[in-house]
């Protein structure tokens, strides 16, 4: 992968710095939980730091955190922000680092980059070097989304594959961790609570990144500040999700039957069967107007198709006859000057198209006959 690529890549498609700060303030209660276990200033590694939001935020909270990285662009951004970080691989990160040492091991949109046997050691080592009671925060896209399973996933070129929520979470807890729960993440604000569920928001609106967070075995007066980010529902699930559209839908099918049930009732009633005569008569006369507007219309037509055969005749008269109706003419122009533009207008038309028509052979023949029954009807051509 060529020098700054992974970077550039970063800046157009993961959002910007304060987007993303934005997305991080939702683990703000348990930077806090942390701070009230472990001290003021717990010790955090920041795995894959990336441009630094995560890392930043930590120190900002008074984290004595951090970050490493083995991209060069990653490591620029971080450092022109005056973050600790070093080059050097999650790994040796992780083995160089005491045991338990560490209150704090994140890992942000990192999992979905290691092949699964690397995935695994790392939660191992990350274990070994949490204190008793400490944090593994691990954030990854959401498959359940089916618009980031199928689609956005792929458009990082480093991605390996996603990984499902729920062997995400078997994962930590196999390796070791005490308990795991999983959050989901960055869905819109409004599908929790909004009445109607589409679809389309079942496929592709489900939260499309999630975090597991697991905790380290610890003394309760540890782990009880950590009870209710273990027992809080974060986001929404596409299998919640889709429980509400199914709901929603049958729901509306229950109406549906109500209302169908109704119908039967009014059909059956003795009013509407004593209105049956009024409702005939009512849709004779609507039957009745349909047929007399169309013919209305058949007669405007032909009182349109008599009106311009006149208006030709008209004028054909005025120019054949100039000093018989030269008076009449004058008058036209003077009192009616839109009739006598629209007779001028027809005589001149159907001149033009007696005189094309006869060089037009077949097609010619056509038009004259259409002519004949309906002049208006012929366009230029």
């Given at each position: ?9 970063e800046d157009q498609f993961r959002g910007s710095r304060a987007l993303i ?32 939001e995560w890392l930043g935020l930590l120190c900002q909270t008074g984290f ?318």
């Amino acid at each position: 992968m060529s020098k700054g690529f992974y970077r550039a890549f970063e800046d157009q498609f993961r959002g910007s710095r304060a987007l993303i700060l934005a997305r991080l303030q939702i683990y703000q209660s348990i930077l806090d939980s942390l701070q009230k276990a472990f001290g003021t200033t717990p010790r955090a590694l920041d795995l894959g730091c990336g441009r630094g939001e995560w890392l930043g935020l930590l120190c900002q909270t008074g984290f004595a955190a951090k970050g490493v990285d083995t991209d060069s662009g990653m490591l620029a951004a971080c450092r022109e922000q005056q973050l600790p970080v070093e080059h050097v691989d999650l790994m040796s990160a992780l083995k160089t680092t005491t045991d338990n040492s560490l209150a704090l091991v994140s890992a942000f949109h990192v999992a979905e980059h290691l092949p699964f046997e690397l995935l695994q050691e790392v939660i191992k080592e990350a274990l070994r070097v949490l204190q008793p009671g400490g944090i593994l925060i691990l954030e990854t896209p959401n498959p359940e989304n089916l618009a980031v399973g199928s689609h956005w996933f792929y458009m990082d070129p480093t991605h390996k594959r996603p990984i499902p929520p729920n062997l995400l979470c078997f994962l930590v807890e196999h390796s070791g961790f005490t308990r795991a729960h999983i959050w989901h993440l960055q869905q819109k604000p409004d599908l929790s609570t909004k009445d109607r569920v589409l679809i389309l928001e079942v496929l592709q609106k489900v939260s499309p990144d999630y975090a597991v967070i697991a905790q380290k075995a610890g003394p309760p007066e540890i782990t009880e500040w950590f009870d209710r980010d273990f027992t809080r529902d974060v986001g929404i699930s596409m299998e919640q999700l889709a429980v509400r559209y199914d709901s929603q839908l049958h729901k509306r099918l229950d109406q549906i039957q109500s209302l169908q049930l109704e119908l039967v009732g009014v059909y059956q009633s003795r009013s509407w069967r004593v209105t049956k005569p009024v409702r005939q008569i009512s849709n004779w006369v609507t039957q009745m107007r349909s047929k007399l507007r169309l013919q209305i219309f058949k007669i405007a037509s032909q009182f349109r198709f008599l009106a311009h055969w006149m208006l030709v005749v008209l004028v054909g008269l005025l120019k054949r006859y100039p000093q018989k109706f030269g008076r009449l003419e004058s008058v036209l122009q003077k009192h009616f000057p839109r009739f006598y533009s629209r007779a001028i207008n027809c005589y001149l038309r159907r001149q033009q198209l007696m005189t094309i028509v006869p060089q037009l052979g077949a097609k010619g023949q056509k038009i004259s006959r259409q002519l004949d029954q309906d002049p208006s009807s012929v366009r230029d051509e």
